[in-house]
């Protein structure tokens, strides 16, 4: 055997621990403290002043619209970013000061705005894919958003929102922590490898406690609605969370960005919460609502 072979068989037993890649994919250390900033962030704006959480989700929004253009480019696809951003602003604001009608017409106002931007721009087959993805993103990201903010245009909006986002966050760490610990059945291993049924067992415990705990606390409801909750959050969550791990498969994408450390990008935090937030909406709308 050469030198040069011995040296190359030793360096993984050499490795320090610390260069190795944890098991999950995260920096632990970095994405919990970033995470907790996040929720104080988003408790404070929900509790001193409801329109501060809505410049935030508009933000927050606006920052996975522009991920999102740039891991279409990488596939020749051009989203027509203004008038989504603009569609942006206008969905969500129109969510919360007017309700589900609003929500609707100003996605369609969206939709057709993208369109006409596009064709303005030029026509044929590229016009019809960069349309299509444009109006694909104003589905995905605004309109998505939108229920939430219909979320905290109630009442007791403040407490709505802040369950939902715990529901969430209960949903991603029971995965992960259980993943981790014991996961050894993948769930959908052609989209998310480390994704276990372990893992999501893990997720559907923590987030029915939070929704049974959540509910009895902020608004005295029944357990069952609480389970129920957390169950309906998982499953839609994790939805959320395979389909964009699907599409960052097909671009060949680790992470839609890094604007979050330890977390990659926006819309990979805002993922599954996009696809739980008509359920959650509906459920709490349906089964608890505003006394």
């Known amino acids: 055997m050469s ?3 011995v040296r190359t068989a030793t360096v993984p037993s050499t490795m320090p621990p610390a260069a190795r890649t944890p098991r999950a994919g995260r920096d632990l250390p970095v994405a ?4 907790l900033l996040l929720l104080a962030l988003v408790g404070a704006s929900l509790f001193v002043r409801k329109e501060g959480f809505l410049l935030l989700a508009v933000l927050a929004v606006g920052g996975g619209l522009w991920e999102l253009a740039q891991a279409f480019a990488r596939r020749g696809i051009h989203l027509p970013l203004l008038p989504l951003l603009v569609g942006d602003v206008g969905i969500m604001v129109s969510a919360y000061t007017a309700g589900p009608e609003a929500l609707f ?3 369609m106002l969206t939709a057709g705005g993208v369109v006409i931007w596009r064709v303005l721009d030029g026509n ?3 016009a019809l894919r ?3 993805a444009g109006i694909f993103a104003a589905a995905y990201l605004p309109f998505l ?3 939430v903010m219909l979320l905290l245009a109630m009442p007791d909006g403040a407490q709505r929102v802040l369950l939902f986002i715990l ?3 209960a949903s991603d760490t029971g995965g992960y922590a259980v993943g981790v610990l014991i996961g050894r059945h993948p769930l959908a291993p052609s989209v998310s490898p480390k994704k276990t049924w372990e893992g999501l067992l893990g997720s559907i415990v923590l987030a029915c406690v939070v929704g049974v705990v959540g509910l009895r606390v902020m608004f005295d409801g029944d357990p069952v609605v609480g389970v129920f909750l957390g169950v309906a959050t998982v499953v839609t969550a994790t939805l959320g969370d395979l389909s964009e791990s699907l599409l960052k498969r097909d671009l060949e994408l680790k992470d839609m960005g890094s604007l979050l450390p330890g977390h990659g990008g926006l819309l990979d935090r805002i993922d599954s919460m996009l696809f739980a937030a008509p359920v959650v909406y509906l459920i709490l709308n349906v089964l608890q609502p505003v006394v």
């Open 105 to 107: 017409v100003a996605f």
């Open 124 to 126: 044929g087959a590229p």
């Open 167 to 169: 529901l969430c966050v």
């Open 3 to 5: 030198p040069n072979a």
């Open 32 to 35: 919990t403290v970033v995470g």
């Open 130 to 132: 960069d349309a299509t």
């Open 145 to 147: 958003g939108g229920f």
